[in-house]
């Protein structure tokens, strides 16, 4: 495999609704940024590049089909190679790693990796319904129906089996809601405090509004490029920004469909199959992790998305990553819901099961410099959404993916003050992020992980 | 000049075929509720499944309707996809059973909406099923036992 570099990108507003635009067109503005960034203009841009990867979730919320190629078009890439990929809420990170793949197996040197959604075409309820569909339609969704509820379920357990409350989640949707303020591409840029966040309507008990992302219109784009694409980019007038941002590895993982069919699997099993070396080396985490299978908790079980773990671990091996706490330097995760972020910092190593809850309460996810109202009682150590994650950025499905490796990349680039026009975001000296795409309630998770060249 | 925004309807009849998990709705139908068990290992999904995930052997049917069964999550929904919101609000649960190894999503009722707690998980519960059956999941529903 070749080396892979995350070289420019964009992101078009997230908004409710973008009736201004086609969806076409909103891709274009997230296109002509990230051409833009490049010093390029849209004709020499078009001679360079290879190929795409489209990335867009449901073909019910634009009905149309083949909205793929009515993008190709549009950007000028015809009739260069391209292909749709759709994985539920990991579509846009799935489209990432196949552009990764794309230029990391030599079949092109500059990928474009672009996703939308358009979800503003429909009312809210029929919106759900739409994302619902990604539940099993023999035995899940005529009896659910609801996302919402699928999650409130699964945390309902992980309050029961590790005391995790309303109130540790809450602090994510006030920490990632703040984070936004500060991030001119977000959809909700509002300070929030815990009582806001419980006081909100009640969507599916214990979530409430304040606790789930929001439908959203966007788009976002990621160039990808091979050594040979940054000279090819360079000969043609283009400016590759240094220090270069290389993709150090990818993971994926699958689980079943019906979140009831994930297995409880034993303690040994979960040694020896899932857990991480870091974990392996602590007596005192064995210990715990004994401690707890012996009152019964089991593994994924609904409390713990599997795929996710294997994704962490796969990107953390050939990443080089021991210890994520202290290796990476920023997450961007999926938290399509406050509960879901705990549940993934569990997943991705940041703490050990069942200490999600204290940890988000804790202040370590948080940035430092910014008031969050809250009274934390530890130093920032690892920023989780810096960006605002989908919470208060929003989530048109296909985009939020790449939305996660654009600001990420300007992270790892240091320029998220250029970008933002505010510097309150910039991870200092950041040197290697995480992104974590995640469908449905855990089938497919990817984990990339981004490293600057010094 | 501003968008011009229009409707556009749209409307489709699936004919949805249940396929080699249809005597678990002929059973429901006749107020059993079937599971699928490996024959070998013995594994056994409450919700149904032809193949065992692990051996790919064809499964067999059980019948569990008298097992003990009780809450492992729980929820309430008060918003939901349009199909759904004139039950708001709705009760989620996930259920486990005796000597099964996987859970069974279904309806809570006989329980009030408004007095959800962590309380009712472990809580022991029985299947009910519905006088005429519409052969669909909710054809079986859950009460306090």
Redesign the interface.
């Given at each position: 495999m070749r080396s892979v570099y995350a070289i420019s990108g964009g992101v078009s507003k997230f908004a409710k609704a973008r009736?201004?635009?086609t969806f076409q067109a909103v891709i274009k503005e997230a296109y002509d940024e990230a051409i833009s960034d490049l010093g390029l203009d849209f004709r020499t841009f078009t001679g360079v590049a290879d190929g795409s990867v489209a990335s867009y979730f449901s073909d019910h919320f634009s009905?149309q089909l083949m909205a793929g190629i009515m993008a190709q078009d549009y950007l000028g890439l015809l009739p260069k190679p391209s292909h749709r990929v759709e994985g539920g809420g990991a579509t846009g990170g799935l489209c990432f790693q196949e552009a990764w793949k794309s230029v990391a197996s030599g079949d092109m040197d500059v990928c474009v990796a672009y996703g939308f959604e358009t979800m503003s075409h429909v009312?809210t309820?029929?919106g759900?319904?739409f994302?619902?569909l990604a539940s099993d339609?023999?035995?899940?969704y005529?009896?659910?129906?609801?996302y919402?509820?699928?999650y409130?379920?699964?945390v309902?357990?992980h309050?029961?089996e590790f005391g995790t409350t309303p109130e540790q989640m809450a602090a994510v949707s006030v920490k990632n809601h703040r984070n936004a303020y500060f991030n001119p591409y977000a959809q909700k840029r509002n300070r929030y405090t815990i009582e806001d966040v419980r006081n909100a309507?009640?969507?599916?008990?214990?979530l409430t509004r304040l606790d789930i992302c929001v439908m959203s219109d966007g788009a976002a784009v990621t160039i990808l490029a091979s050594e040979e694409g940054l000279a090819r980019i360079e000969q043609a007038g283009g400016r590759v920004r240094r220090p270069l941002v290389k993709v150090a590895g990818i993971g994926r993982g699958t689980d079943?469909m019906?979140?009831?069919?994930?297995?409880?699997v034993g303690y040994d099993t979960f040694m020896r199959e899932y857990a991480t070396e870091q974990e392996k080396s602590s007596d005192e985490t064995l210990s715990y992790y004994k401690e707890l299978w012996d009152h019964g908790t089991r593994y994924p079980g609904?409390h713990s998305f599997r795929a996710g773990r294997s994704a962490g671990n796969m990107a953390y091996k050939r990443a080089g990553i021991v210890n994520p706490l202290e290796d990476l330097d920023f997450v961007e995760l999926h938290d399509a819901y406050t509960s879901s972020e705990i549940q993934t910092y569990e997943d991705l190593g940041l703490c050990r099961y069942g200490e999600g809850g204290p940890f988000a309460a804790s202040g370590k996810a948080f940035l430092p410099g910014i008031d969050y109202g809250l009274d934390l009682p530890d130093d920032p150590v690892l920023p989780v959404n810096p960006s605002g994650g989908l919470i208060a950025c929003g989530h048109p499905v296909g985009a939020t993916g790449l939305m996660q490796a654009v600001f990420s990349m300007w992270q790892l680039q240091g320029t998220i003050n250029e970008h933002f026009g505010d510097a309150t975001l910039q991870v200092q000296d950041a040197r290697r992020g995480a992104i974590h795409s995640h469908a449905g309630t855990g089938t497919y998770v990817t984990v990339s992980i981004l490293e600057r060249e010094d | 000049m501003a968008?011009i925004?229009i409707e556009?309807g749209?409307s489709i009849t699936y004919l949805?075929s249940?396929g080699q998990?249809s005597p678990w709705f002929a059973g429901a139908t006749n107020k059993k509720l079937l599971a699928s068990r490996d024959p070998e290992t013995g594994y056994t999904?409450?919700?149904?499944?032809g193949h065992d995930?692990y051996t790919g052997e064809e499964t067999e049917w059980v019948d569990i309707t008298d097992r003990k069964a009780s809450v492992?999550?729980?929820?309430?929904?008060?918003?939901?996809?349009?199909?759904?919101?004139p039950e708001t609000p709705y009760v989620?649960?996930?259920i486990q059973y005796e000597g099964v190894?996987?859970?069974?999503?279904?309806?809570l009722m006989g329980v009030d909406p408004d007095a959800?707690s962590?309380d009712w998980?472990?809580m022991e519960v029985k299947p009910r099923f519905l006088r005429n059956s519409k052969l669909?999941?909710?054809d079986v529903y859950f009460v306090p036992a």
């Open positions: 009736p201004d635009k009905r009312e309820w029929k759900n319904e994302i619902a339609v023999s035995w899940d005529p009896v659910g129906g609801f919402s509820g699928y409130a379920m699964m309902s357990r309050m029961k309507p009640m969507v599916a008990w214990p079943a019906r979140m009831s069919d994930r297995p409880h609904v | 968008p925004q556009q749209y949805h249940y998990d999904y409450a919700t149904p499944r995930m492992h999550a729980v929820t309430v929904c008060y918003f939901g996809s349009e199909e759904f919101l989620l649960a996930l190894d996987t859970l069974f999503l279904t309806r959800v962590l998980i472990d669909k999941p909710t």
